[in-house]
């Protein structure tokens, strides 16, 4: 009868995954194989009015040609989708405000008369107005590629839906950029 063999392994350590069949893995397969390769994931980028990725913002000063008209900002745009095809002339009124602020505060004014399914279309909206942005905007697109993979934040503890806000749920504004960064890939490749 052979002697029997002992591993000269440290007890309680192991080569590779620990939920591989060793007996199925066969005696030419180094250990490393098996493990699934080391990722390094960028570290999130944080934006807000006062960091280097301000531009992201809706109410930055970069105008937004839509349907033929200039639109100060897109925030001044986003507002006015709200608005679109009831009637024509509270979007126009909204595109001529100058200030960011005077459009956030008609913009409550005009609740009701806004359309009653915009809730259902602010997602779209958003993707809309930012393509538009980014596209008419040549270096802000290349800003947004310049991110690589990393995770983008808006950072607003107030705005816990376009914002992270308090509890770090929301971030649709984040979320919107990296689709939007992807499609350019996604064009930029076919």
Not at 10 to 30: A, E, I, L
């Amino acid at each position: 009868m052979p002697p029997e063999r002992t591993s000269r392994r440290p007890r309680g350590r192991q080569s590779g995954p620990s939920n591989v069949n060793q007996s199925s893995r066969g005696p030419s397969t180094p250990p490393y194989l098996l493990t699934p390769p080391l990722t390094f994931s960028q570290p999130p980028i944080r934006f807000s009015w006062d960091s280097s990725f301000k531009s992201f913002l809706p109410n930055s000063s970069h105008r937004i040609l839509y349907r033929n008209q200039l639109f100060p900002t897109m925030l001044h745009l986003l507002q006015a989708f709200k608005l679109f095809d009831d009637r024509e002339d509270l979007p126009e009124h909204l595109r001529l405000c100058g200030e960011v602020a005077i459009t956030g505060n008609n913009s409550p004014r005009l609740e009701d008369l806004a359309r009653p399914d915009r809730g259902m279309h602010v997602l779209d909206w958003m993707d809309e107005a930012l393509y538009l942005k980014f596209t008419q905007h040549p270096e802000l697109r290349e800003l947004l590629l310049n991110t690589g993979s990393a995770d983008l934040v808006f950072v607003s503890m107030t705005d816990s839906l376009w914002g992270e806000g308090p509890d770090g749920r929301g971030n649709f504004l984040g979320k919107a950029l990296m689709g939007l960064r992807q499609r350019f890939r996604i064009e930029m490749s076919g």
